[in-house]
T-cell receptor, first 112, second 111 residues
Framework: DAGITQSPRHKVTETGTPVTLRCHQT?????MYWYRQDPGHGLRLIHY???????DKGEVSDGYSVSRSKTEDFLLTLESATSSQTSVYFC???????????FGSGTRLTVV | LAKTTQPISMDSYEGQEVNITCSHN???????ITWYQQFPSQGPRFIIQ???TKVTNEVASLFIPADRKSSTLSLPRVSLSDTAVYYC????????????FGQGTTLQVKP
């Protein structure tokens, strides 16, 4: 969707390597989220941010860290990628809950 | 966070009206009901949101009874392109905007 972009769109990495996914928004929205989607599990919240430098854990945060040093960027880092982190990762933004989310197009990450 | 329950899958035919019901027995006073649509290889897309009674937009209608313990998404005259997964969620400002997605309803529209 216009206003939110994820990079990269696809990535293959080796087990044990660090990986950083980027979410960039041009909407000046306060809230940003990272989800992962796997078959049989639907969308699960990893981490979220409610402002610059303000972040909190979601339901599946183990093995992930995030940073938000400016409003427009929310980074998701896998410090040491594992095969269980192979997934599709979605970023989402919203201005003021409960306004609807806008989702990015996703990043397909494969850890081999 | 309120939990929602909806059918895992539904089938329909082109031109029919489709109604997907979602139950949310523990909905809080501040919670809104929101529906999203997701196509394969894409992120979910906001469809409609409501608090009570009926809401209609160019895509769908949302019916919410007085007790708000359930809601029904109505898609008029579906086409093949409406084949997707539909998620029902409850969302309130007290949740810091965190949305908890369930399994959703996979709608298959047949010709």
């Amino acid at each position: 969707d216009a206003g939110i972009t994820q990079s990269p769109r696809h990535k293959v990495t080796e087990t044990g390597t660090p990986v950083t996914l980027r979410c960039h928004q041009t909407e000046n929205h306060r809230y940003m989220y990272w989800y992962r989607q796997d078959p049989g599990h639907g969308l699960r919240l990893i981490h979220y941010s409610y402002g610059v430098k303000d972040t909190d854990k979601g339901e599946v945060s183990d093995g992930y860290s995030v940073s938000r040093s400016k409003t427009e960027d929310f980074l998701l880092t896998l410090e040491s990628a594992t095969s269980s982190q192979t997934s599709v990762y979605f970023c989402a933004i919203t201005g003021t809950p409960p306004d609807g989310y806008t989702f990015g197009s996703g990043t397909r990450l494969t850890v081999v | 966070l309120a939990k929602t329950t909806q059918p895992i899958s539904m089938d329909s035919y082109e031109g029919q009206e489709v109604n997907i019901t979602c139950s949310h027995n523990n909905i809080a006073t501040n919670d809104y009901i929101t529906w999203y649509q997701q196509f394969p290889s894409q992120g979910p897309r906001f469809i409609i949101q409501g608090y009570k009674t009926k809401v209609t937009n160019e895509v769908a209608s949302l019916f919410i009874p007085a007790d708000r313990k359930s809601s029904t998404l109505s898609l008029p005259r579906v086409s093949l392109s409406d084949t997707a997964v539909y998620y029902c969620l409850v969302d309130g400002s007290s949740n810091t905007g965190k949305l908890i997605f369930g399994q959703g309803t996979t709608l298959q529209v047949k010709p």
